[in-house]
């Protein structure tokens, strides 16, 4: 029989490590990477599964534009930042390549090391989408969860919050989301879709959470409401050809 062993996470070479010595990391306590779009649930499937015992940390509960918080780690939102600044962009400015100096290295080392280590720990941050290939290098064992939105409801999402054009909120959909459905092909994470009825929408949440190791909460999910929802798409919103493409993939790939 192999034997279980907790760890905290700290590259390929503790997983080779493992599988030499024939010792299986312990999944349940892998950390997990909730991704998507802006303005595409990420803060409501963070504060569900949350709810069902995933260690967030220190995450904000409280925001203009997020009813109940956007459940963010300011250190990880800052250093995001600064790493896609130092590549010449930003959350909304998407860059061709980003590469990470050794000092940014070290900070997302010490933010992962702040974690704990006998628990499932995650985090939401939506940048993560753009810088994501460091945080699997650092953290093979990441387990991946997404979720996305009708792009004319993020459009329409952004222009009040931030008064972007829709031309700019599709492109902006349009470069999150074709990252997000290479991740999912790559490596078979599951995909919710945030307009789902209430009721599919909390079935599935549940399946995740089983599915993570977690446990359900007792009296259901209570982070959740509709009115989270809001800004929502017209039924004949007209798409740009690659978004509406885009959009179809993401509700083929969707549990």
């Given at each position: 029989m192999r034997q279980h062993f907790r760890y905290p996470g700290r590259g390929p070479l503790l997983e080779r490590l493992l599988t030499m010595l024939g010792m299986q990391p312990d999944r349940s306590c892998a950390p997990v990477g909730i991704v998507?779009?802006?303005r595409s649930g990420t803060s409501c499937l963070a504060g569900s599964l949350e709810?069902?015992?995933l260690f967030l940390g220190d995450v904000n509960t409280a925001a203009p534009f997020n009813k109940r918080g956007n459940r963010e780690n300011r250190a990880i939102m800052d250093l995001h930042d600064d790493v896609l600044r130092a590549n010449g962009g930003s959350w909304d400015v998407v860059p061709e390549r980003v590469e990470w100096s050794d000092a940014q290295r070290r900070r997302?080392?010490?933010?992962i090391a702040a974690y704990p280590a006998d628990r499932a720990w995650g985090f939401k941050e939506p940048r993560s989408l753009l810088v994501l290939d460091r945080w699997l290098e650092v953290l093979p064992q990441?387990?991946?969860v997404g979720t996305f939105r009708h792009p004319a409801?993020?459009?329409a999402s952004l222009a009040h919050r931030n008064q972007f054009e829709p031309a700019r909120s599709y492109a902006l959909w349009l470069a999150y989301n074709r990252r997000l459905i290479a991740y999912q092909r790559r490596y078979g994470f599951p995909l919710v879709n945030f307009d789902w009825p209430p009721a599919r929408y909390l079935r599935a949440v549940e399946s995740l959470v089983r599915a993570l190791g977690l446990t359900p909460p007792a009296d259901g999910f209570q982070?959740?409401?509709?009115?989270l929802?809001?800004?929502?798409?017209a039924g004949d919103a007209a798409l740009p050809r690659e978004v509406a493409e885009t959009y179809d993939a993401l509700l083929s790939l969707a549990a």
């Open positions: 998507g779009m802006h709810e069902a015992g997302l080392d010490e933010l990441l387990r991946l409801a993020v459009a982070f959740f409401t509709t009115e929802r809001s800004n929502r798409a």
